[in-house]
């Protein structure tokens, strides 16, 4: 038995994930999928509750699981509060107390989508690629940090930091998944003007040297983000900075006509993962029923896959979005002309009946 730990967070988070439990059930009852689900709070409504955006409630039943599924934290109503206690503190805090490294973004354009993208369907069409986000070092964690005064006026700092083996293991992460792949990967970077980026390439060749079968590029973030519109299918595995891969991967996720369409996994060296979503909380449509679910349902999908060893019933949920699509059903988010549109909602018990078959 797997054992899941829910945390729907924030704004529209509770809605997608009240349709990937409806997939967990199905798959519970008609496939003997087995996972226990243990609930928990995260974010804004965790702060709301216990004062604290990461309660140690939560982290202790982390600890106790196979795997998190996660809505969305954030909201206008917790902007307000001091750093420490906004509800994206809680997140980070959960990517760093579980060592969660190696965050893999897919941005997959689907056939039934194509039209949906901002792009010339030439352009994307049979986009598939992967980026390998370093999520728990980097600037968003260095020190030191903060906001102080100086000569009169305030003054902000952040510190890029990497040492040599969180650069080697996400690398390690991305040579891998790339063997599995096309095996080409694209190591992005600043080099030209960033000390820190010029050890991120000189380890990354080094990696490089373990996997003869991969080839490996390099590319300046400021040019990969201008061939991702450009020309993205020349892509199969970028793996990047944290603050980099933050970018590029909502920049890729365009691509695919809606960032509503996108799951993530963020893995730790023993395959413990948390998945979710790459959209954020969304509270300006949160409560209306017309969020779309199925980055979440995928997301379901992914943790089957990468740490739960469930591969057939990955295949079988991508199956089910497929169907649906198909059968020209959207989210509005999604929906051109001719389409119908549906509520999350709807669209949640959409895939369920994809999965009967």
């Not at 509060?81 to 354009?109: C, K, V």
């Not at 095996?183 to 820190?196: I, P, T």
Request: hydrophobic share 40%; proline share 4%.
């Amino acid at each position: 038995m797997s054992k899941v730990l829910v945390l729907p967070g924030d704004g529209i988070g509770q809605e997608i994930v009240a349709q990937a439990l409806k997939v967990i059930e199905y798959l519970n009852k008609n496939d003997s999928l087995n996972m226990e689900l243990v609930h928990g709070l995260v974010g804004g409504i965790a702060y709301d509750e216990t004062g604290s955006p990461l309660p140690q409630a939560t982290l202790d039943a982390a600890h106790e699981c196979d795997s998190i599924l996660l809505g969305a934290v954030g909201g206008y109503q917790w902007e307000a509060l001091e750093r420490g206690l906004r509800p994206e503190r809680g997140l980070l805090g959960l990517r760093a107390e579980m060592d969660l490294f190696s965050n893999l973004r897919p941005a997959i354009l689907y056939p039934q989508l194509a039209s949906a993208s901002t792009l010339k369907e030439e352009v994307v069409s049979g986009l598939d690629l992967m980026i390998v986000r370093e999520l728990v070092s980097g600037i968003y964690f260095g020190q030191p940090r903060g906001i102080e005064i100086r000569n009169g006026e305030r003054y902000g700092f952040n510190s890029a930091t990497y040492s040599e083996s969180e650069i080697k293991r996400i690398g390690h992460s991305a040579f891998k998944i790339a063997q599995k792949r096309d095996k080409r990967v694209c190591s992005v970077d600043k080099a030209n003007v960033l000390e820190v980026c010029e050890l991120w390439r000189d380890v990354m060749i080094d990696v490089a040297k373990d996997y003869p079968d991969v080839e490996l590029s390099h590319m300046y973030v400021d040019n990969a983000a201008m061939q991702l519109v450009r020309a993205p299918k020349q892509f199969d595995v970028m793996v990047t900075s944290n603050l980099f891969g933050d970018v590029l991967s909502d920049c890729a996720a365009m691509l695919t006509g809606s960032i509503g369409m996108l799951p993530s996994a963020s893995l730790n060296k023993d395959g413990f993962g948390m998945y979710e979503p790459i959209h954020g909380s969304a509270p300006d449509i949160a409560g209306q029923d017309i969020a779309n679910p199925l980055a979440t349902i995928l997301s379901v999908s992914m943790m089957l896959r990468y740490s739960l060893d469930q591969v057939s019933l990955a295949n079988k949920i991508d199956s089910a979005v497929n169907t649906v699509l198909d059968q020209g059903y959207r989210t509005q988010d999604i929906a051109a002309k001719g389409d119908s549109v549906v509520g999350t909602s709807k669209m949640g018990d959409l895939v369920v009946e994809a999965l009967q078959g």
